[in-house]
């Protein structure tokens, strides 16, 4: 959406691969919990009920795509990226996944 003429373009606050905030001027597509290091869906219903009881929001985070929340040492969530979960686990224990 383009703004009007004499408004300023809309920006988002994005973590890069390096942890540190930018500005985009197209929204992140995951979003992530600071304190807990994790990144999920936009959507996710973990992440959603936290938020509606007024939690979560002072920490949360926004990323441009899965590369850069690796990159910037989050983990999947289990809740809405179970298969992205489970990789990453085995993978820190030394084990294999399908």
């Known amino acids: ?10 920006t ?12 985009s001027p197209v929204p992140g597509t995951l979003g992530g919990h600071r304190r807990g290091r994790l990144y999920g869906r936009l959507d996710c219903p973990s992440a959603l009920r936290a938020i509606a009881c ?13 590369a850069a929340a ?4 989050y983990r999947p969530c289990a809740v809405c990226l179970p ?8 993978e820190r224990e030394g084990t294999t996944t399908p």
Do not use: C, I, S
């Open 1 to 10: 959406m383009t703004p009007a003429p004499g408004e300023p373009a809309r």
């Open 12 to 23: 988002y606050t994005l973590l890069g691969g390096d942890g540190r905030p930018y500005q």
């Open 54 to 66: 007024g939690h979560y929001v002072t920490h949360r985070v926004f990323f441009a795509d899965e």
């Open 70 to 73: 690796v990159a910037a040492g």
């Open 83 to 90: 298969r992205a979960y489970a990789r990453w686990k085995a």
